[in-house]
């Protein structure tokens, strides 16, 4: 039964990672597009991928935590770290990631003569290399927790 969980929680990672991979490379494409509607068709593929991504969050801590009941592990302090690390890479990532999106869509739909320098200042924004340390970085120290159970 636990090998099971933990291919759940696997397949949740794998989903996870496949459909935020969309919304990544969208980040980082939006520089260089100068056309207001391929900006946008970009903007709405990022969007379209979000309830995979949830479903796969969903899926990955369900058979996380079950995994963590059928082999005993929620009596130490490496799944607890994990777990707090992700919910806390959650926020922050949605903290720094939606307000960046929405001043990039109302932007975009924008008629005001200003907006097309505002449009280049978030086009040049380091807001995509913020959201990749964050979230690579923490899924690199979630692995560690998982694959050496430090304590």
């Known amino acids: ?15 996870f990672l496949l459909t935020h991979g969309a919304s990544v490379l969208v980040t980082f494409t939006i520089r260089r597009e100068r056309n207001p509607e391929r900006l946008g068709a970009l903007l709405d ?17 369900a058979g996380g935590i079950a995994a963590g009941f059928v082999g ?3 009596g130490q302090a490496w ?11 959650m926020g922050a990532m949605y903290a720094t990631a939606m307000p960046y999106f929405r001043r990039l869509r109302a932007t975009l739909s924008s008629t005001k ?39």
């Open 79 to 89: 799944i607890w770290t994990a777990l707090i690390l992700l919910v806390a890479t």
């Open 1 to 15: 039964m636990y090998r099971w969980l933990v291919f759940v929680h696997v397949v949740g990672v794998f989903g």
């Open 45 to 61: 593929l990022s969007a379209r991928s979000i309830t995979a991504f949830y479903v796969s969050i969903l899926v990955l801590l």
């Open 113 to 151: 003569p200003a907006a097309a320098t505002e449009l280049d200042g978030l086009q040049s924004s380091r807001v995509p290399e913020l959201l990749t340390v964050i979230g690579f970085g923490s899924l690199l120290v979630i692995l560690w927790l998982m694959m050496f159970k430090p304590f």
């Open 72 to 74: 005993r592990w929620w």
